[in-house]
């Protein structure tokens, strides 16, 4: 059944000109892109975005992270597309990410307060209809 996920390229990955690259894989896997924004983030959204993390350690630079520079917004579509995108993405942190993983590949994390792992994708059905809510509210 095609359903829906919330895909951010976070700061790094559109400061490091990967927008294309990390685009060209999710269409390359043969997910559809439905809506694409490039924004700065308010807070508000990425505080709605991340309320589950909030008061862990790595929550304040996490919010100063994302807020650091333009992301871009993206709903992709496809059959298992939520957990096929995680699979993409790779390991949350850089250096145990596999290779062939968007961030296996391409992420850096080193000598940061905050992973810094190129993408964010949701991790369930309900996590999907409520971050794409936060970041496309017309939808
Ligand atoms: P995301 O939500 O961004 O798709 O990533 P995720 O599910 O793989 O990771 P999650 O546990 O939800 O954490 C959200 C984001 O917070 C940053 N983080 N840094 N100890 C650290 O340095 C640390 N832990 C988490 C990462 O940017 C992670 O993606
Ligand atoms: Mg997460």
Redesign the pocket.
């Known amino acids: 059944m095609s359903e829906r996920t919330l895909v951010?390229v976070?700061p790094d990955g559109v400061e490091r000109g990967l927008i294309g690259e990390i685009v060209s894989r999710i269409e390359a896997k043969g997910y559809a892109i439905e809506r694409l924004e490039l924004l700065k983030a308010r807070n508000d959204q990425l505080a709605a975005h991340?309320a589950?993390?909030e008061g862990k350690?790595?929550y304040p630079p996490?919010i100063d992270?994302m807020c650091s520079g333009p992301l871009v917004a993206i709903i992709a579509s496809g059959e298992g597309v939520i957990a096929g995108f995680r699979s993409l993405?790779g390991?949350?942190d850089p250096t145990a990410a596999a290779p062939g993983t968007i961030r296996g590949d391409l992420a850096r994390?080193w000598g940061t307060?905050?992973?810094?792992?190129l993408?964010?994708?949701s991790?369930s059905p309900e996590s999907a209809a409520r971050e794409i809510a936060i970041w496309f509210p017309e939808s």
């Open positions: 951010l976070k991340y589950e993390h350690p790595f996490l992270f993405a390991a949350t994390d307060k905050v992973q810094k792992n993408v964010h994708g991790d």
